[in-house]
């Protein structure tokens, strides 16, 4: 049984972001959590974008939020975003990592410590190495791993580098994945 | 489908409420628990509320860099290696920061809060958690430009003794000049930045003129007292590290330090909407975190 996704995305990422999130059924029972590299005084316009053309909830994620189900919570812009062991949010403004922050890498650490096995994670198109490590932790954790298949991607360095460092669960184009996370928040226990 | 042969086993391993159980129990758990209580009792640094998702992701690196593998293997060496401890320290303290950072904040303590301090004769000023200084530098600039930078005291303080050395200083790169330049520009300020500094090989040394009206000196937020009757109070990006617990303790020692009509000014992205102290206080302007205490008593 899942208990939460977390998605890293870069360059190409609103068009992306948009695929995933839009088709997304309002009963979607599962909480995400994105990353997306953007601007350091950048607004929180992109969450009110997605949101405006999802039917699920969309976000910028605060400082000791809880996380619920059928949010998607981005990270604001200039600040990691780290999932807490009570899952709760904590932001921080530690050094970049991979010459980022927010770093996809540090969402998907703290999130593979608190879900271990429950949580999903997600590397979309993007132009840098960020996340690679991070899913590969998520997997190290006994998560379940997706990679946006390159050819589908906008810049298809992040996810090939992803595809590269960890054995996926799924290499799928970037249309299925709203159809797989549906079909994984509804796998329950055997 | 490779989706459904990893459901099952999937279904096998995820008992949720037995992952909770055994995270208390689990050898890393345990150690990780040791440690910061080892550290606590031995050197008074209390990191027991601090968020863990970044503090575990520290102290990893400090115990990686050392070349250990557990979390006891580090706290035998932080018990015994006074040397050691104040290397560590360094970890434990994220010093990023920058002058006018989020210059819209900037704008809004110009534009706003100096006003109503100039209708004051004095006033004091308390930087909690002022890491190397920028901060404090940039409140500095805008007083003096304003002309009221000799009415104010203002008293900055952090746990972190080696930043509060390179504050005192007040020298910086010349590499970062421009960053911190644009910055200021669009907070609104119009003189020749570079007026602020005096430059040589490499490094800017911030004027006297700025620094004459700043005191320097430690504190803990966790450990330490109320910091008397101040007209402002900037404590902007320490608050996320801390846990709620924390935060509100912290919120609690600042309200007692504050005057009432007094201004707390927060970072971007933290507020006090969620505090035990929330109904103390009223927003002065919608994005930035400056708020107001309005209640009379203490907390
Ligand atoms: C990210 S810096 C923020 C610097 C500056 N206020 C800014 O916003 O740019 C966080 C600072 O909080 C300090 N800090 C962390 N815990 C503290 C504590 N318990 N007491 C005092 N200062 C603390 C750290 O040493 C560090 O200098």
């Known amino acids: 049984m899942f208990e939460a996704v977390a998605i890293g995305v870069s360059a190409g990422g609103l068009r992306a972001l948009r695929s995933v999130l839009g088709p997304l059924p309002e009963s979607f029972r599962l909480p995400i959590a994105i990353v997306q590299h953007i601007e350091a005084n950048s607004d929180d ?5 997605l949101g405006s053309l999802s039917s699920i909830r969309v976000k910028e994620a605060e400082d000791k939020e809880a996380m619920e189900g059928g949010t998607a919570y981005l990270a604001p812009a200039g600040y990691h975003l780290l999932v807490e062991p009570d899952r709760t949010f904590s932001l921080s403004v530690d050094d970049k990592v991979n010459y980022c922050r927010p770093s996809i890498d540090l969402l998907f650490e703290s999130a593979a410590d608190a879900f271990g096995a429950t949580l999903v994670g997600i590397v979309l198109t993007g132009a840098n190495g960020d996340g690679s490590k ?3 932790h998520i997997k190290g954790r006994g998560g379940y791993a997706i990679v946006q298949d390159p050819a589908t991607a906008e810049a298809p360095y992040m996810p090939r580098t992803a595809a590269a460092g960890v054995a996926a669960d799924r290499i799928v184009p970037l249309e299925e994945i709203p159809k797989l996370l549906v079909q994984l928040a509804q796998v329950t226990r055997q | 489908m490779s989706l459904m042969s990893r459901d099952i086993e999937v279904g096998a391993e995820a008992d949720v409420s037995g992952v909770a159980l055994s995270q208390q129990n689990d050898p890393e758990a345990v150690s990780f628990e040791l440690l910061l209580e080892g550290i606590k009792r031995r050197w008074g640094y209390d990191f027991t509320h601090y968020s863990r ?21 580090l706290l035998d060496r932080l018990l015994h290696d006074d040397a050691f401890f104040d290397h560590f320290l360094k970890y434990m303290s994220i010093t990023v920061t920058e002058m006018f950072r989020d210059p819209a904040f900037y704008r809004v303590v110009r534009e706003r ?13 308390w930087h909690a958690g002022c890491a190397t200084g920028e901060e404090v530098y940039s409140l500095a600039i805008i007083l003096h430009e304003e002309g009221f930078l000799d009415r104010a005291t203002i008293y900055a303080t ?73 007209n402002v109070i ?35 992205k933290e507020t006090l909407n969620f505090s035990s102290v929330k109904r103390h206080y009223e927003q002065i302007e919608g994005r930035c975190k400056i708020f107001k205490k309005c209640g009379t008593g203490d907390v």
């Open chain 1, 134 to 136: 991070g899913l590969r």
């Open chain 2, 53 to 73: 998702a970044s503090l575990k992701r520290r102290l990893d690196q400090a115990r990686r860099d050392a070349g250990y593998e557990r979390y006891t293997e």
């Open chain 2, 234 to 268: 900037f404590c902007r990006n320490v608050l996320i590290y801390f846990d709620k617990t924390l935060q509100n303790r912290a919120f609690e020692l600042f309200t007692n330090s504050l005057r009432h009509g007094g201004f707390l000014c927060l970072g971007t």
């Open chain 1, 45 to 49: 316009y992109l969450a009110e974008y």
């Open chain 2, 113 to 125: 809060v100096v006003p109503i301090l100039k209708t004051f004769p004095f006033v004091k000023i």
């Open chain 2, 158 to 230: 952090d746990f972190n003794k080696q930043s509060l050395d390179v504050a005192q200083r007040g020298v910086y790169p010349v590499a970062h000049l421009d960053q911190h330049a644009a910055n200021y520009r669009s907070s609104g300020g119009t003189r020749p930045f570079s007026d602020y500094f005096s430059s040589a090989y490499g490094l800017a040394k911030i004027k006297n003129v700025l620094k004459e009206r700043v005191t320097f000196s430690y504190h803990n937020l966790v450990t330490d007292g109320v910091f008397g009757e101040m």
